[in-house]
Structures are given as C-alpha cells and as structure tokens.
C-alpha cells in the first residue's frame, strides 16, 4: 500500500464535523432505583402542587392566631388541645377559636387554623384531665405554615431531557410519582482492537508481544459517556477478515471503535475498509498530537471511530471525538469534557507544530487550578494514563512553556462545556501573552 | 415522650467522632472488565518493565547506525531490506552491516540494529528484484527506539490501595494481565424509611400524604459513593414494629440509614431504639442547618445512621456523614466532599447562628467558580435539590452574606478532600474578612 498523502485539519473542524452529523438515541422505561446518572429522554414536569397541601414545617400545635393577640410572657393565653394528628393523618375536626391541634412536622394544617406554634414555645399543661397549653407570644396569620406549592407549583418545568439524573432529581422523580423513569438508551458501542501483537489480558507475556488494554481502556471509557459495550479482538493479519469482523461488529453496534490499524504501515488497513464499506470518511488527518492519524467516518447511520492503536492517543480520540456522539445523542447540553484555567506546574520544554494535548494531573486549588503532565509524554505511553485526570492544551504553532503559565485544561470529570474550542486558552494568542507575563 | 434537651456539638466534631470509629471494608476479586470506579484494594505493582522490551515508536527501518555515518542529501546510502517484521513478529535474522530490517511502530528492535529510520524518510527501491532502501541523512546509536522500563520500571508502585479506578488504570491493569481485580467490597447499606405520612412512589397522593422520596435519593446517594442498597419502609406508628424492622435490617447490613423519627414529637421512636438496642449514640445534636438533629450511633461494629426526615436535611446529613464511613473503609485517602471557593452569585440575607449548608448550584468558571443557592431555602424542599451540585457553607455565628462575597463550597462531585473542616473558608473571621471586602 502506498503512503497516502492526508491534509490535517484542526482539532475543532474535525469536533464541528462530527456534530453535523449526530443524531439522538432511542429512548426506554428503566425503574427509578436504576435511573442512576442515565439521561432524562422527556422533560420533567411538576404533575401537582409540592408542597401537595398546606402543611406543618414544625412538631407544634395548629391555632387561630387571632386566639394569641393579647399573649404575651406575663399573660399567656390557654388554649384547648382537642385532638393529635400525625404525619400523614388528616384533623378529624375543624379548628374552632380557644382550641388548639397537636400538629406533626409535614402533617396537613386543619381547617379552621391558620398559624402554628412550635412544640418547645408552648407548655403543656392538664386541668380535669383535659390537656391545654399556654402559649406566651402573639401570633400573625400564616406563621409557620408551609403552603401549597410554595416549593413548586404544578405544571412547572424542573428539567429539561438531555438532564443527567442526579440523587437530587431523583427525590423529585419520587416525589412525582415516577416508579419508572424515561431515560436514553445506551448506545451500544462495539469496541475492535486490532494488531498481531496483542495478546489478551489473561495470556503470557511473548517476545515482541504486548497485551491489549486499549480496548478495557475505551471500554471504561464509554461507559463512563453513558454507552454500553461490547468486545471484539482481532488478530489476523488480513484484509479480508478484518474486513468480516468490523461488517459483523457494525450489525451490532450504534459506534465502532477500532484501535490500530488506521495509521499509513503495511498492516493499516482501515482506510481501505471504510473505502470498500462505502463509509463517508469525515476526516483522516488531524492537526494534533497525539493521535493526528485519528480518522472517523459514517455509515448508514452508524459510525466508525478509527483510533490510534498508541494508548494516549487512542484515549484522547476517543474523549475529543466520540464523547460528543454520545452526548449530543442524548440531548446533553455540554457533551464536550470541561474547560478550565490552570497554572502549568513544569517547563513543558517540546515545541507544538500541531496542538499537543498532554495528559495531565490537575489539583483544583481554593485559588487556582494547577496542572503538571504525567509522566512520560510519549504517544506509547501506559504509566501517564494512570495518573492523568485532565488534559493540558497547548496552541498549535507555540514553542516550549514555562512553569507558572496559564494554559487552557480539558477534563472528562466536571459538567462538560457547551463548546470549549473557541476558548481563548486555546489560541496561540493566548499563549503569546502568558510568555509575556514571563520574567 | 418529654422534650428531651441535646447538647449541640460542631459539624467538625460530629466528623471527628465518626473517623475515630471508622472500619476497613473486605474485599473482593472483580472482572477487569466491571471493576470501573471501584476502589483498589491492593497496590497496583508494575510486574514487568513497559516497553517489556526495547522497540520502534514508527513504522520505519532497523538499522546499523553506523552505516549511515557518511548519507547526505547528495550522497544517499544503500541499504539491502533483508526482512520485514509486524507488530508481535520477532525478526528471524540477526541484522548486519549493510542491512535494513522492515518494522512496524510497536515491533520488537531486531538484534544488531541500533537505531530507527522512519517509512517517511527513506526511498524505497528495487535493484534486481532486492529491496533496497536510500538514506539521506546520518543516524545517532538509540536513535528513535523505545528502550525496555523507559516508561515503567519492574516493581514500581503504580498506584496505592484506595485509589479509584479509572480507565487509564484500566488501561495499566490490563498491560500486566489483570483479567481480575482485588477491589474493596460495597458495604450493603440497608435504607429505612419511616413514617405514616410515606406513600410508595407507586401509589396516587392520598389527603395529607406525601410520597416517600428520601429513601430513592438517599439510595442513590451511597451507590454514588461505592456502596450497595437495599431498601426498606416502615409505615406502621409504633415502637415495637419499628424497633422489629431495625434490628433485622441492622442484621443485614453494614451500615442502617434511617430517615425521619430522630427528633423530639410524638412519633420520633428511634432515640428510644437506640437505647434498647444498646448502641453507642456519638451524637445527636449537632450545630448546623438543616439537619441538626442527625443522629449517629455505633453497634457490634455496624453503623446507625439517623438522618431527618427533611429532604434538605437528608441530604445533607448523608453527604457530611456517611460518606467518609463507606469511603474511609476503603481506604480512599480523600472521603469527604471536595471544598472549593466560590463568588456568591446573590445575596443571602438569612443570619447563621449554627453553621449552614445551603443546596446550591456552583459553575465554574475559568477565572472563579461562582455559587448560587438553589431554589427555595427551606429544609423541606425538594426542588432545591434538583438543580444543586454543591453546599455552600456559611459559618455560624454570621450574618447575612452578600452578593459578591466569596464562600466555601462543598461538592460531591470532585475527588474529594482529606479533611475539609479546618478550611479558614469555613471560619468566622473569613466572613468577616470578607464583608470587610464589600464596598
């Protein structure tokens, strides 16, 4: 095969192709106990007034507050307790003036009263076996009372679909009756690993051998994006049969990601694929490092994700490029990894033709962000992974960076952005200035 | 039942007594492909050096570089191909002089040759029906080879006990053939519900009544923090029952929660239940809002958590509380929320006599994090809970705070701090610093 010429794009020509193309998931029922960190696919709509009735904030007593106009510490007045309710009980009788009800926290205020008085600013007292308490301060209408829907009222939109369900909107799904809950369904993402020297992760190691952790890698990777997985390895070294297996596993997936295979050596065969499936190629080249030979392509609705068979950059591809796929499929309004300032804490020495993401240790300071690579910054390498909770962006076109310079940060554990490439961060401009604030 | 008086002790207090009684979770032995975001429960140990043997980076050529001591742009050099090698091939000849080798990026470096030449540099040709290649420039002995341990030593300790799992670790443990990983088990964590007032999410809203949703959120909460749930309700309005449904979840579980009934009405039966049980109460009043009457007790070694009935409360008690009980058991080196600074993005007028933690919704910012309280500010609320991600901490003994004013935030969404509640953002006089600040 000969060495193909491929013109690089930038980074976010490449993001902005794949978002003129993404398309939204189906969605499902799952039960609320596993709606967990899934995608609300409807919006979520107040179906009543919460609180649902006007209620009790406190363990008190429910009374006419005209009752305590003339209370006070040297006179209290004494009212009749005619009857005890509970949470969840409603008053058997309506509240007449000189009576009081005993009132637990969330219990329905009685008809009749219209303020409540705390448990520990009343003293109980029994005359002739009747219970009364003396109350010592005056009372306005609506003291203490909790009324309907003072929280939220009924038809109010709370969340959006696209909304990540959280433990918070979960009680609110409760609290709206919602046994089961419309959620996203988790694309399926089909994950091939291809190269002759990978053994499995349970084989011997083997001269010239090295074992497959790209694909584990992506794996936790997508599940993390929400998607569900399935494995496939391939190991032959022909056309042909590779080409089986990537037709078979794309019949069963919503995404194919291949690792290796996409770069211009004599066993790339990728490009070739995606030519003899037809698929449209969106890009093949890319203004980055690592993972310039990152390729991505579409097909009858499907897409197919050619990554880098190098660790990091296989890793980085796949948070750029299908982290957005995923996402957006799901209605996310930031399906991009978050965006934030930190101060460089090394010499990062290397020139960058191309923008260089550099897998990195990011510590969120009370007052700023700091942000050092992991270890070995080779395209090859395991150990930087390991550590790596963010990845430094450094412009295109910008030579070495100092200790102390800001730099833009991307991260796949914070909200997400909306759009993070026109950051200013990201553009050489940006790094012009911060090597002028250099002593 | 009388109006029993507590003694309010501070939040750090209330933590402080909880980390001396910590314990140590088992553990268990997981699929590496189902052992994302469990905790490790064993030093991750390199087995082997990575590279595991010395390779090329590139497609490109093995060579002497001694024999391209005399190439040039005018006088290129003629090397013999004498074999070509994919990845996971071992080259079957020794390479000599004048010789090149074929060889693809991860491929073992053949044995006699001391350097690499990438596909893009060379001319290939054919004289005779041999493969010959051109070289135009001089090669340096290492000259593009990745050494044996350069990324990873034999030995190394890549990763401590209690740390997260990632996909980059992912990535490590599949490198030295992990195919199972030892990870601290999930602690079952056995929710009661309790309360006459509680309909089952599934039921229609009766007069009075409200759907039981602390026991979903909460739930949701402990899975998010490593732990597994079992759910139960109590409905039933007496001590005998309730204390029956305790016990047999206690039996059951690692850690009980139980939410409402803890404070001082009517129907608060579990103080009663935790004296007939004979547990150690380490404290039941604590100088915050909302929640200060979270109660928590120990027992043969499990744990009682008494979480108020208030949704607001609920959540924050389960946050504060029980997170670094089932994170400290797995030896996580960073089981509280994490703290960050935040600008108060409206005003907050309330005064503080006990320290409050107000649901609140933090974005962060590329030059600072600002915070918003969520919704209504009441402990009943539940749509405040919707849209909150963080808490902001407001010390007590403080008046109202300004717009403007920077505040101490927890998140549940970071990594996690080591000890959060000696942060001078949670003391008095940061308040009053700060309020000196405002113009």
Redesign the interface.
């Known amino acids: 095969m000969p060495?193909t010429k491929r013109t690089p794009i930038p980074v976010s020509e490449a993001v902005k192709s794949i978002m003129s193309r993404t398309c939204v998931w189906e969605t499902e029922e799952v039960p609320?106990?596993e709606c967990?960190?899934r995608i609300l696919a409807n919006h979520l709509i107040a179906s009543?007034d919460?609180?649902?009735?006007d209620r009790s904030?406190y363990?008190g007593f429910a009374v006419h507050s005209e009752d305590t106009l003339d209370a006070s510490e040297n006179s209290p007045i004494k009212l009749q307790v005619i009857e005890?309710i509970?949470?969840?009980?409603?008053a058997a009788n309506k509240l007449s003036s000189g009576n009081a009800i005993?009132i637990?926290?969330?219990?329905?205020i009685p008809e009749g009263a219209d303020a409540v008085i705390m448990?520990?600013l009343v003293k109980e007292i029994d005359v002739d076996g009747k219970s009364f308490i003396q109350i010592k301060r005056t009372l306005k209408p609506n003291d203490n009372i909790?009324f309907k829907g003072?929280?939220?009222k009924e038809g109010t939109v709370?969340?959006k679909a696209g909304t990540v369900i959280?433990?918070?909107?979960?009680?609110?799904?409760?609290?709206?009756?919602?046994?089961t809950v419309s959620v996203f369904k988790k694309p399926v993402v089909g994950i091939l690993s291809t190269?002759?020297?990978?053994l499995?992760?349970?084989?011997?190691?083997q001269?010239?051998?090295?074992?497959?952790?790209?694909?584990?890698?992506?794996?936790?990777?997508v599940?993390?994006m929400g998607a569900a997985?399935k494995?496939y390895q391939h190991?032959e070294?022909n056309f042909d049969s590779l080409y089986e297996n990537v037709s078979e596993c794309l019949a069963d997936s919503d995404i194919v990601i291949t690792t290796g295979g996409v770069?211009?050596?004599?066993?790339d065969y990728l490009p070739a694929i995606y030519e003899k499936l037809g698929a449209e190629v969106l890009f093949n080249k890319i203004a980055m490092r690592p993972g310039s030979v990152t390729t991505v392509a579409v097909h009858q609705g499907k897409w197919l994700f050619g990554l880098s068979?190098?660790?990091s950059a296989c890793?980085v591809g796949c948070e750029l490029f299908v982290r957005p796929v995923i996402l957006s499929g799901m209605k996310v309004k930031k399906p991009h990894c978050?965006?934030?300032?930190a101060e460089l804490g090394a010499d990062f020495p290397k020139p960058n033709p191309f923008t260089r993401f550099v897998?990195a240790v990011l510590t969120?300071g009370?007052?700023m962000n700091s942000v050092t690579p992991a270890?070995?910054d080779?395209?090859?390498?395991?150990?930087s992974?390991?550590?790596?909770?963010s990845l430094i962006v450094l412009p295109g076109g910008t030579r070495g960076w100092e200790k102390g310079s800001e730099v833009g940060v991307l991260t796949w554990?914070?909200?997400g952005s909306e759009w993070p490439w026109d950051?200013p961060?990201f553009s050489k401009s940006s790094a012009i200035k911060t090597a002028e604030k250099q002593p």
């Open positions: 060495v609320i106990t967990d960190n009543h919460v609180p649902p009735f904030p363990d005890t509970g949470a969840g009980q409603v005993r637990m926290t969330g219990a329905k448990l520990e909790s003072e929280d939220t709370l969340a959280t433990p918070g909107m979960i009680a609110v799904l409760a609290t709206f009756g919602h046994h190269g002759t020297e990978l499995d992760v349970n084989e011997p190691l001269p010239g051998k090295i074992r497959n952790s790209n694909a584990y890698m992506v794996a936790a990777q599940k993390a997985v494995l190991r070294d770069s211009v050596g004599d066993y068979g190098n660790p890793f978050q965006i934030l300032k897998r969120e009370i007052n270890g070995l080779k395209s090859g390498s395991v150990s992974l390991l550590a790596a909770n554990n914070g909200e950051s961060l």
